[in-house]
């Protein structure tokens, strides 16, 4: 599971690492991003790629109650395209989800540990997501929201946890967004990251979304 991440670079860093300008002008460093939030991706619009903020906790379109996305903030790779939640965006709607770190929480004897990963770079990346539309039946604003896409763990993360977001690599980026990749292809993506990690001990002020602060990552 990933229920938080960071994303601190600078906006002239997103620019040089996806080849995109444009990042939108509300954007500004976030320590502790938490379900619920909007968060910052890149989809595939009608010139190529662009930016959105789509809601975190993915909300099918066919849903009666938008509240079902915050059970929907990780879609398992294993199956993911047969799962009702996730069949047309898989099809459909795939996205990056653009991040510089992730949470997760080690079991110690004294209990759960909140440890920072990020790329040994600690260059900015993106996560394999998938987003959706929901429109009210009875009128109102659409909702636009997303959800992270999962794998079983490197063997870097698995002292850690068994569960880690799939990475995306920059050549695969594109091919995740375009709509012409072949299915098999896109299940070939969704391994765990074979890249070069890191991993360290950060304060339990991540135990709470309130704190979205630098101190959030900074090392214990």
Not at 86 to 92: K, V
Request: glycine share 8%; charged share 25%; hydrophobic share 35%.
């Amino acid at each position: 599971m990933c229920g938080r991440y960071v994303l601190t670079s600078t906006q002239e860093e997103l620019v040089e690492e996806f080849g995109l300008g444009g990042v939108p002008g509300e954007y500004r460093p976030r320590y502790n991003i938490a379900p619920s939030q909007p968060v910052l991706t890149l989809v595939s619009g009608e010139n190529g790629p662009e930016w959105r903020y789509l809601r975190w906790g993915l909300v099918p379109f066919w849903a009666d109650d938008p509240a079902i996305g915050q059970r929907m903030i990780n879609a398992r790779a294993e199956g993911v395209e047969d799962r009702p939640a996730f069949r047309r965006s898989f099809e459909r709607r795939r996205c990056l989800i653009v991040a510089d770190g992730f949470y997760e929480w080690r079991r110690d004897p004294g209990g759960k540990t909140p440890m920072l990963i990020r790329l040994s770079t600690r260059r900015p990346f993106a996560f394999a997501g998938l987003w959706d539309r929901w429109v009210p039946r009875g009128g109102g604003e659409p909702l636009e929201s997303c959800a992270i896409i999962t794998t079983a763990a490197s063997p870097f993360i698995r002292p850690i946890h068994d569960r880690m977001p799939v990475i995306l690599d920059r050549e695969e980026r594109a091919e995740w967004l375009d709509a012409g990749t072949d299915p098999q292809r896109l299940r070939a993506l969704l391994r765990p990251y074979t890249g070069q990690l890191e991993a360290y001990e950060v304060s339990r002020l991540v135990n709470s979304p309130a704190n979205d602060v630098p101190a959030c990552i900074e090392p214990v």
